[in-house]
């Protein structure tokens, strides 16, 4: 797949001598959770050259369910000192089904000094068997302290036609302009790949493309006939929902900045349609709103309150 570069780095490496700590760093979308889960399966691999992908623990491994692969996340950048303690509690506990334990931490670019201070300890002197896998965008916030006790991996962007074997092989069946447009667009990132060539047709974003159309064309049943329909999405497809206004909304304002299209061909219209339209500071001021909507309905605000400040906001920029 992706990353064989990360793949012959590591390969020296046998899961005896694997590295205590490893940073894989690169831009969200790179591939940096999956390069960590693959070397979590080849540390728990059942074969000497894994991961095979094949035995149980690496399946337990790739699925996160292994009884010693541990996941902390602080891509919000809030982790507190209080959960490294506990980490660092965790590293110490015996493994359960294998040798070693696995520690996942995504966002450790974000973490605070004094929390990386308290993991520095923990990267200082490791508890034999203890494999720490950092996952960050780039080495300039880890403190060089930190830094010293890692072996640093850069997870390059893939090639445009190797976007494209990967879209391929990743989601089969779609039209060959689908993939040349989502691999020309990615940058290479193969999360942003997969991303642009899912959203194209999903039914969230259709609804979208029609609502901010109706807002533009200031034609108010339109608007609000898309807007009612939203009541029949579940809470998870609300927040697509929400992304993908805010999706369209800053392409509209990259263009009036006079940038670089970077959605699909089929969305450059709402785009054009909302530079036209709208100002600079209209656009931003419902982006601001959907962004707000977003984070709401990832709170689990009622569908109907969300929707009714939807039209709310979006009446008081588009008919006052
Ligand atoms: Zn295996």
Known sequence: MENQALKRAVAPFSPDRFPHAVALLGPAGSGRLAAARLLAAGLFCAEADGPCMGCVPCKKALAFSHPDLFFFDNSDGKMTVDQIRALRRE???RPGESDRRVFILRGADKLTV?????LLKLLEEPPPGVVFLLIGENANGLLPTVRSRVV???LQ?????AALSFLRTARPGKSDAAYAEAAALSGGI???ALEMLERADSPTRALAVRCLTALAEQSELS???AVHEGETLSSGSLTLFFDDLRALAAEGMLLLAGGRPTLPEGERDIARLLA?????AELSRLSSAFIMLRERADAHGGVAALLGTLAAECAVVAYC
């Open 91 to 93: 590293a110490f506990i």
């Open 114 to 118: 004094p929390c990386q201070n308290a």
């Open 152 to 154: 640093s991996f850069e």
């Open 157 to 161: 962007p893939l090639s445009e036609g």
């Open 190 to 192: 193969a999360g942003r």
């Open 223 to 225: 608007f609000f006939t």
């Open 276 to 280: 036209k339209r709208f100002t600079l």
